[in-house]
């Protein structure tokens, strides 16, 4: 079965740059962001590990803790941490998991089960498509899964920007327009009825039958 949204995030037990997890109980009752890398000492991963330890604070704000992975052992994660810094300015201090025997790689179908048991004389071109990043809500259900080009780095302003709006849409009966941003208007989804939404919102605005706009509910 494949992993999609909704998916239950598949459990595990791993070593970390912070010791021994499972995966699960790491996670608790907040969210997480588990993203990984095919290979260590790699440009485009090492700026994206070290704007990520930029913002770990905006995660934090939001209960949301971050995890990387990467095709590689922990030991030499210790050793590319400091390139990190060198090269970002920031300090990692969350922890990246140690993938050597690639179990975490497949277990979220990054890698196919053919693709061996050991990272040892794997390129990163072996491994391009470990580069994913899984939203994980407090039910442990995948709320969001992004698969981005080795030669792409990612934006994790845009993905700050999709945990607001799945954390915003949790808790109130709406939904978020294209391009949506923290206190933009929203859209009221069709579960609930013009009278309810008049109680819920106060006053809306119809574009169309299916399509009603409202202030960004606050409570």
Known sequence: MSLRINSTAPDFEAETTQGS????????????????????????????????????????KRNVKIIGISVDPVESHGKWQDDIKTATGHVVAYPLIGDKDLKVAKLY?????????????????????????????????????????????????????????????????????????????????????NEDAIKRFGAYETILPYLRKTKQPTA
């Open 21 to 60: 997890i499972h995966f699960h109980d790491w996670i608790g009752d907040g969210w997480a962001v588990l993203f990984s890398h095919p290979k260590n000492f790699t440009p485009v991963c090492t700026t994206e590990l070290g704007t990520m330890a930029g913002l770990e604070g905006e995660f934090k």
């Open 109 to 193: 179908e990054m890698l196919p089960e053919e693709a061996g048991d050991s990272s040892d004389g794997r390129t990163p071109a072996d491994n391009a498509t470990v580069r994913s990043v899984y939203v994980i809500g407090p039910d442990k259900k995948i709320k969001l899964i992004l698969t981005y080009p080795m030669t792409t780095g990612r934006n994790f302003d845009e993905i700050l920007r999709v945990i607001d709006s799945i954390q915003l849409t949790a808790k109130h009966q709406v939904a978020t327009p294209a391009n949506w941003k923290q206190g933009d208007d929203v859209i009221i989804t069709a579960a609930v009825s």
